[in-house]
């Protein structure tokens, strides 16, 4: 997974995020928010567990 994705559970203000999961989407799941900054914290490798972290609860 490459760093150009861009998921809720990678935006940088996804603790107080007031649009979180309603923004619109695309076919592969990936956002359309005027908002959105990716977390520079989680690194490449750590995106693929913070989304299955996110899917399951």
Do not use: A, T
């Given at each position: 997974?490459?760093?150009?994705?861009?998921?809720?559970a990678i935006c940088a203000w996804r603790a107080n995020c007031q649009?979180?999961?309603s923004v619109s989407t695309d076919a592969t799941g990936q956002v359309h928010c005027p908002d959105y900054s990716r977390d520079l914290m989680i690194?490449?490798?750590?995106?693929d567990e913070v989304l299955?972290?996110?899917?399951s609860g």
């Open positions: 997974m490459g760093s150009g994705r861009k998921y809720c649009k979180k999961f690194k490449d490798l750590d995106i299955r972290k996110e899917q």
